[in-house]
């Protein structure tokens, strides 16, 4: 079965402290990660991809296929990081059929 | 360019009514894709379109359908609708040449509720 797990509903954090937002898949084959985000009030957008390896606003994801997971990392939160995370899969066969997690809230305190 | 809308923002609607939902791709793209958005749950996949036609389908049954029109704009159709029809409904956009899942974007979704 494919499916994508986000064990942690809300992440609360203080500004500067490290943040890791966790991501376990569950796929037969070989998936492509996302990390999507909604900011108060914005619509979803795409923050990274694994394929990409880059960072975007210093988040980091390393695809980790021995334990099924994807965790978003980014060393030093900041207030504007605060907004809903989903992580989701996309199948090689499946192009455009997009496997959301249930989605983590990032709350970064000042 | 808007890049993808959706309409209408809100409706409200009772058990057993239809709805009709409408998005209109951004400017270039040829590939619509809707998605349900339960409260407090990732969006899930209902289905894609491209040249008119269904291509892929999410595990929702016959109640859900849609139509794309020429210029690419689509509307999702919900029949008999249930309490747990209740959601946010999104459409996603892209280029089916390029077949990538990371090219969608999203609009800002409507926002359903049955009573």
């Known amino acids: 079965a494919q499916r994508v797990t986000q064990p942690e509903k809300l992440l609360s954090v203080f500004k500067g402290a490290p943040v890791e937002l966790k991501c376990n898949y569950s796929y037969s084959g070989s998936p492509e990660l996302f990390w999507y985000v909604q900011y108060s009030r914005q619509r979803l957008q795409l923050l990274l991809r694994?394929?990409s390896r880059e960072s975007i606003k210093g988040f980091t994801a390393d695809l980790n296929k021995g334990e099924t997971s994807f965790h978003l990392k980014k060393p030093f939160a900041q207030e504007e990081d605060s907004a809903m995370y989903y992580c989701a899969l996309s199948g090689l066969s499946n192009t455009g059929k997009l496997i959301f997690g249930q989605g983590t809230t990032l709350q970064v305190k000042p | 360019d808007a890049g993808v809308t959706q309409s209408p923002t809100h409706l409200i609607k009772t058990r057993g009514q239809q709805v009709t939902l409408r998005c209109s791709p951004k400017?270039?793209?040829?590939?619509v894709s809707w998605y349900q958005q339960a409260l407090g749950q990732g969006p899930q996949f209902i289905f894609q379109y491209y040249e008119e036609e269904e291509r892929q389908r999410g595990n929702f049954p016959d109640r859900f359908s849609g139509h794309q029109f020429p210029n690419y704009s689509s509307e999702l159709n919900v029949n008999a609708l249930l309490l747990g029809d209740s959601a946010l409904y999104l459409c996603?956009?892209?280029?089916?040449?390029?077949?990538?899942?990371?090219?969608?974007?999203f609009g800002p979704g409507t926002r359903l509720t049955v009573l």
């Open positions: 694994h394929i």
């Open positions: 996603a956009s892209s280029l089916y040449a390029v077949r990538r899942a990371d090219t969608q974007y």
């Open positions: 400017s270039g793209h040829d590939t």
